[in-house]
C-alpha cells in the first residue's frame, strides 16, 4: 500500500523534501529555541537593566505571545500544506482557548475587583446575581484546562464531521469556516452570553493563587510556552513521517486517488482538524495570562487569516517554515507600528506581495531553493 501511496501524483499540491533543511540545519534550529526557552530568563532574570544584554520585560512579552501565534501557525501547517484544507476560522479555536484561561483567571480576582465582589466585575455591574451555568468549573484550574482542549475540540469534531462528509472541500470550506467564526464573534460580543460582551476579560492578578504580576510568574509562562512550541513541533514532525502523515499529503495531492486505494478520508480528515483545532486552543490558553486581555476581536475574520498568512510566508508543508513566518511577520509588525506608526500597514502590504512574487514557497522555500543553486555551482 506504500507504494500505492508513493505513486500518487503530487503535482496538485506543494511536494517539500521532508528534511528541508537538513539534518545539521533542524538540530541547529531545535537547539535555538531551546536555547531561547533557556536564555531569555537569564538575561531578564538575572542580567542588570542598565546592561546592555539585558531584555526587558516588554521584550520577553512580545516573543511570549508570538510563540502562542508560531503554535498556531503549526497547527495550520498540518490541515493546510499537509492535507490540503485551508481553514479561515481557526482564529475561533485560538479565542475558545483564550476564553476558557480567561474565565478561570477572572475567578482567580476575587474581591480584588473594583466591585469588590465574588463575581467578576462586568456581571456585577450587569446586575448578575449569580455566574451562569457554563461557569461551574471556572473556579478549578484543571476543569478549566480540560475546557481549553475539549471545546475547541469537540467544536471542530463536530464542524468537521458534518462538512468533511458532505465532502465541501476548497474555497466553499474556507467560506464556511469564516463564517462559523464570525457567527461565532457576534455571539460572544453580546453581554446576556457571559463573556463580558466587546471588552471581554482582563484585569487578570493570580493564577494559581500567584501572583501574574511578579516576574518569575511570567518567565515560568514564557518558558512552558517556549517548551509546548518545542513540543508540538517535534509531535508534527513526527505524525508527518508516519503511513498517518503519508496519507494526509495523498489527501491533498489526489484525494479521489485515495479513496480508491481502499482509505476513508474522512477519518483522517476529521483527525487532523481536530488535532489543528485543540493545538490553537491551547496556544489562545497560554496567550492570555502572559498578554493580560482576551476579547471577541481574536475572532475577528483577520485575526484568521493572518494564520494563513504566516503559514504562507514561512513555507507550507515544512512546520519550520510557519514558526518562521510568525515571527517574521509578527516582528515586522511591532517594528514598522513603533518606527512608522503612520505607515506600517503600507510596509506590511508591500512585504506580503513581495513574499507572494518572488518567494511563492515562503522563506523556507526560497532559502532551500539558493542552497540547491549554491550546490549546483559548486558542483
Same mark, same amino acid.
Given at each position: 500500500?506504500s507504494?500505492?501511496?508513493? +505513486?500518487?501524483?503530487?503535482?496538485?499540491?506543494?511536494?517539500?523534501?521532508?528534511?528541508?533543511?537538513?539534518a545539521?540545519?533542524w538540530? +541547529?534550529?531545535?537547539a535555538?529555541?531551546?536555547?531561547?526557552?533557556?536564555?531569555?530568563?537569564?538575561?531578564?532574570?538575572?542580567?542588570?537593566e542598565?546592561?546592555p544584554?539585558?531584555?526587558?520585560?516588554?521584550?520577553?512579552?512580545?516573543?511570549?505571545?508570538?510563540?502562542c501565534?508560531?503554535?498556531?501557525a503549526?497547527?495550520?501547517?498540518?490541515?493546510?500544506?499537509?492535507?490540503?484544507?485551508l481553514?479561515?476560522?481557526?482564529g475561533?479555536?485560538?479565542?475558545?482557548?483564550?476564553?476558557? $484561561?480567561?474565565?478561570?483567571l $477572572?475567578?482567580?480576582?476575587?474581591?480584588?475587583g473594583?466591585?469588590k465582589?465574588?463575581?467578576?466585575d462586568?456581571m456585577?455591574?450587569?446586575d448578575?446575581k449569580?455566574?451562569?451555568?457554563?461557569?461551574?468549573?471556572?473556579?478549578s484550574?484543571?476543569?478549566?484546562?480540560?475546557l481549553?482542549?475539549?471545546? *475547541?475540540?469537540?467544536?471542530?469534531?463536530?464542524f468537521?464531521?458534518?462538512?468533511?462528509?458532505?465532502?465541501?472541500k476548497?474555497?466553499?470550506f474556507?467560506?464556511?469556516?469564516?463564517?462559523?467564526t464570525?457567527? %461565532?464573534?457576534?455571539?460572544?460580543?453580546?453581554?446576556?452570553?457571559?463573556?463580558g460582551?466587546?471588552?471581554?476579560?482582563t484585569?487578570?492578578?493570580?493564577i494559581?493563587?500567584? *501572583?501574574? %504580576?511578579? *516576574?518569575?510568574?511570567r518567565?515560568?509562562?514564557?518558558?512552558?510556552?517556549?517548551?509546548?512550541?518545542?513540543?508540538?513541533?517535534?509531535?508534527a514532525?513526527?505524525?508527518v513521517n508516519t503511513?498517518?502523515?503519508?496519507?494526509?499529503?495523498?489527501?491533498?495531492d489526489? =484525494?479521489?486517488r485515495?479513496?480508491?486505494?481502499?482509505?476513508?478520508?474522512?477519518?483522517?480528515?476529521?483527525?487532523?482538524?481536530?488535532?489543528? +483545532?485543540v493545538?490553537?486552543g491551547?496556544a489562545?490558553a497560554?496567550?492570555v495570562?502572559?498578554v493580560?486581555?482576551?476579547? *471577541?476581536?481574536? $475572532?475577528?475574520?483577520a %485575526?484568521?487569516?493572518?494564520?494563513?498568512?504566516?503559514?504562507?510566508?514561512?513555507?507550507?508543508?515544512?512546520l519550520i517554515?510557519?514558526?518562521?513566518? %510568525?515571527?517574521?511577520?509578527?516582528g515586522a509588525?511591532?517594528?514598522?507600528?513603533? =518606527?512608522?506608526? =503612520?505607515?506600517?500597514?503600507?510596509?506590511?502590504?508591500?512585504?506580503?506581495?513581495?513574499?507572494?512574487?518572488?518567494?511563492?514557497?515562503?522563506?523556507?522555500?526560497?532559502v532551500?531553493?539558493?542552497?540547491?543553486?549554491?550546490a549546483?555551482?559548486?558542483?
Amino acid at each position: 500500500m506504500s507504494a500505492v501511496l508513493n +505513486a500518487i501524483s503530487p503535482t496538485a499540491g506543494i511536494t517539500v523534501p521532508r528534511s528541508a533543511l537538513g539534518a545539521k540545519g533542524w538540530t +541547529a534550529l531545535m537547539a535555538a529555541v531551546i536555547t531561547v526557552t533557556l536564555l531569555v530568563p537569564l538575561l531578564n532574570l538575572v542580567v542588570p537593566e542598565g546592561s546592555p544584554l539585558h531584555l526587558s520585560d516588554f521584550a520577553v512579552a512580545l516573543i511570549g505571545k508570538i510563540m502562542c501565534y508560531a503554535i498556531c501557525a503549526l497547527a495550520m501547517d498540518l490541515i493546510w500544506g499537509y492535507t490540503g484544507i485551508l481553514s479561515l476560522g481557526h482564529g475561533l479555536f485560538f479565542a475558545l482557548g483564550g476564553y476558557a $484561561m480567561g474565565m478561570y483567571l $477572572m475567578r482567580q480576582i476575587g474581591r480584588d475587583g473594583s466591585y469588590k465582589s465574588d463575581l467578576p466585575d462586568f456581571m456585577v455591574f450587569l446586575d448578575w446575581k449569580e455566574v451562569p451555568w457554563h461557569w461551574a468549573l471556572s473556579e478549578s484550574f484543571i476543569g478549566q484546562m480540560l475546557l481549553v482542549v475539549l471545546v *475547541p475540540g469537540l467544536l471542530a469534531f463536530v464542524f468537521g464531521f458534518f462538512a468533511f462528509r458532505s465532502r465541501i472541500k476548497g474555497v466553499y470550506f474556507s467560506i464556511i469556516t469564516q463564517a462559523m467564526t464570525f457567527a %461565532a464573534m457576534l455571539l460572544f460580543f453580546r453581554n446576556e452570553t457571559g463573556f463580558g460582551g466587546n471588552n471581554g476579560f482582563t484585569d487578570f492578578k493570580r493564577i494559581l493563587d500567584i *501572583p501574574l %504580576a511578579q *516576574p518569575s510568574t511570567r518567565m515560568v509562562l514564557f518558558v512552558i510556552t517556549g517548551l509546548t512550541l518545542i513540543g508540538f513541533f517535534l509531535m508534527a514532525r513526527w505524525l508527518v513521517n508516519t503511513k498517518f502523515g503519508r496519507v494526509l499529503q495523498a489527501i491533498r495531492d489526489a =484525494e479521489n486517488r485515495v479513496m480508491f486505494c481502499g482509505y476513508n478520508p474522512l477519518a483522517y480528515k476529521l483527525a487532523i482538524w481536530t488535532l489543528s +483545532a485543540v493545538m490553537c486552543g491551547i496556544a489562545g490558553a497560554l496567550y492570555v495570562p502572559q498578554v493580560g486581555i482576551i476579547n *471577541p476581536s481574536e $475572532m475577528s475574520a483577520a %485575526a484568521s487569516i493572518e494564520i494563513a498568512i504566516w503559514a504562507a510566508v514561512g513555507g507550507r508543508a515544512t512546520l519550520i517554515g510557519p514558526i518562521i513566518g %510568525a515571527f517574521f511577520v509578527n516582528g515586522a509588525k511591532s517594528w514598522f507600528t513603533v =518606527e512608522f506608526p =503612520e505607515y506600517w500597514l503600507y510596509f506590511l502590504g508591500a512585504l506580503f506581495v513581495a513574499v507572494t512574487l518572488y518567494l511563492p514557497q515562503g522563506i523556507v522555500g526560497g532559502v532551500r531553493k539558493l542552497f540547491n543553486k549554491n550546490a549546483e555551482v559548486k558542483a
